[in-house]
């Protein structure tokens, strides 16, 4: 088995989407709503017109856990860009272990635009809701005994601004786009490392997942270009981690037809059929391709009721709006996975995957909580796990060159997928970092957690590890926390998985 280095990154070395009544509704109803969100923001901001110092506080309990926490939390707010209009929100958690030397990890949420709540509460972090359901009163958490903070500081960030309760004070600083994003968490890095001294020799990695496998790579390039460029201070960057990433259309949305007949989702026949007359590609179709469009509609009424984000959980309602129209042969292919709080919360059903949100969305909106978080009262209207209707422009199609950049820096890289997402199906993800013409080293072998498969791996020459999580879905740490946790832990270490 490859051995990954232990030294830092090096220095510098289409969607075609069909047009419709539905789509042009869409687009007519989303102006609308940013009509109001700019009048909106301009009332809200009237009140936080003058530059904020960047801040930081120790918060020693929180509502809903009883008694002192055990683990050291830290928020904030730092602002970067110009002028620092765009004051980024922080949850930092200290490890639990060797603080002086465990790695420092930043955390970015899928989305773009989903708090960093979401995964310091669902997903890594020290604690976890206690899922019963609401009765009126504060939601309540225990311990998480797979929190990823017993081995890595970690720091959980509201990005890209209107995410979570990050905000601009100019109407010019809310317009975002995947590479200013970017920068704004490169910039983030480094003001937040000069204001925590003691932490800049300690190992630095940037993670995320989902829509995450779009800006991470980007940040770490950024990263170690700065470095080059004699930015300080300099950051001791190793590598990054990525679940279940979003990565390159033509690789995710064009495998989850081949995924669906690996499932039993769609026959044998049905697959044959539309692998040929489509020729491999499922979502740029001509419209003069009928057969291919024939097959294509029939892959989509056999699939629409399936839950994307774990295929063998039953499809619940979801606090997200979707389009009425099922007829459309490119809904499986166009489905965005996230449960955007767009429809009122309270439609979530107790004992479904999703109730969580209602949870979380009920405690974050809670005043108390927020005085508790130290949150700028008035900069947001209302906390939204993921906000949808951000002024946010995709600018990065495909973040693969990025990751080829990447691998001439000797930066590790741990990308993990859970083998029932059918958001970004895993055999995407392998397809993708095929295309790096890497020498496979170590193929396929299970890895294993307390005697048993917790999925396979595979390890290519360019300090890139691929895992599968075995059973989980979109994301992955959400569905098996001790097999993550685990996982995370010997890669972090540079230990065989």
Same mark, same amino acid.
């Given at each position: 088995m490859l051995l990954s280095p232990i030294f830092s990154c090096g220095t510098r070395t289409m969607e075609r989407t069909a047009e419709s009544f539905s789509l042009s509704l869409t687009k007519s109803m989303s102006y609308v709503t940013k009509c109001f969100m700019w009048l909106s923001f301009l009332i809200s901001t009237m009140t936080i017109l003058s530059k904020p110092a960047e801040s930081s506080n120790i918060i020693r309990s929180l509502p809903g856990f009883s008694g002192s926490l055990p683990f050291k939390l830290e928020t904030g707010y730092i602002g970067v860009g110009e002028d620092e209009v765009v004051q980024l929100f922080y949850y930092f958690v200290e490890s639990?272990?060797?603080?002086?030397?465990?790695?420092?990890?930043?955390?970015?949420?899928?989305?773009?635009?989903?708090?960093?709540?979401?995964?310091?509460?669902f997903e890594i972090g020290p604690l976890k809701f206690n899922m019963v359901k609401y009765n009126g009163s504060l939601p309540t958490f225990s311990l998480n005994q797979h929190s990823w903070t017993k081995v890595s500081s970690m720091i959980f960030i509201d990005a890209p601004v209107g995410t979570g309760f990050s905000y601009s004070r100019t109407l010019e600083g809310a317009n975002i786009?995947?590479?200013?994003?970017?920068?704004?968490?490169?910039?983030?890095?480094?003001?937040?490392?000069?204001?925590?001294?003691?932490?800049?020799?300690?190992?630095? &990695? @940037?993670?995320?997942?989902?829509?995450? #496998?779009?800006?991470?790579? $980007?940040?770490? =390039? &950024? @990263?170690?270009?700065?470095?080059?460029? #004699?930015?300080?201070?300099? $950051?001791?960057? =190793?590598?990054?981690?990525?679940?279940?990433?979003?990565t390159d259309p033509k690789f995710d949305r064009n495998s989850k037809i081949p995924f669906a007949n690996r499932m039993a989702l769609i026959s044998d026949e049905l697959y044959k059929s539309a692998k040929m007359t489509c020729k491999g590609e499922y979502v740029i179709v001509k419209k003069d391709n009928l057969p291919c469009q024939k097959d294509l509609q029939a892959i989509s009424e056999r699939t629409v009721d399936i839950n994307m984000g774990h295929v063998l959980e039953p499809k619940c309602p979801s606090d997200r709006k979707f389009p009425e129209n099922r007829m459309d042969d490119r809904r499986i292919l166009q489905e965005k996975y996230r449960d955007l709080l767009l429809s009122p919360v309270q439609s979530l059903e107790f004992g479904c995957r999703n109730y969580k949100n209602l949870l979380l969305h009920?405690?974050?909106?809670?005043?108390?909580?927020?005085?508790?978080l130290h949150v700028r009262m008035g900069t947001v209207n209302a906390w939204?796990?993921?906000?949808?209707?951000?002024?946010?422009?995709?600018?990065?199609?495909?973040?693969?060159?990025?990751?080829?950049?990447?691998?001439?820096?000797?930066?590790?890289?741990?990308?993990?997928?859970?083998?029932?997402d059918m958001v970004a199906p895993y055999l995407g993800t392998l397809r993708w970092l095929n295309s790096l013409n890497s020498t496979i080293v170590d193929d396929w072998r299970p890895w294993v957690v307390s005697d048993q498969i917790a999925?396979?791996?595979?390890?290519?020459?360019?300090?890139?590890?691929?895992?599968?999580?075995?059973?989980?879905?979109?994301?992955?740490?959400?569905?098996?926390?001790?097999?993550?946790?685990?996982?995370?832990?010997r890669w972090i270490s540079h230990e065989p998985l």
């Open positions: 639990e272990g060797n603080p002086t030397e465990d790695p420092l990890v930043l955390w970015m949420t899928g989305g773009p635009g989903c708090s960093g709540l979401c995964g310091l509460w786009t995947d590479k200013i994003n970017a920068q704004h968490c490169h910039d983030f890095m480094r003001k937040w490392l000069t204001g925590h001294p003691k932490f800049i020799a300690n190992p630095v &990695y @940037i993670g995320g997942d989902s829509y995450s #496998g779009i800006p991470v790579p $980007i940040v770490v =390039k &950024y @990263i170690s270009d700065g470095n080059e460029d #004699g930015e300080k201070p300099e $950051i001791n960057i =190793k590598g990054y981690v990525l679940g279940n990433p979003i009920v405690w974050a909106n809670d005043v108390h909580v927020q005085k508790a939204i796990r993921c906000n949808d209707n951000m002024f946010y422009t995709k600018d990065v199609e495909s973040s693969i060159a990025y990751h080829r950049y990447l691998r001439t820096k000797h930066c590790r890289a741990l990308i993990y997928s859970g083998d029932h999925g396979y791996i595979r390890e290519y020459s360019n300090y890139v590890t691929f895992a599968t999580v075995k059973g989980a879905g979109h994301v992955a740490t959400e569905f098996m926390p001790q097999e993550c946790f685990e996982m995370f832990k």
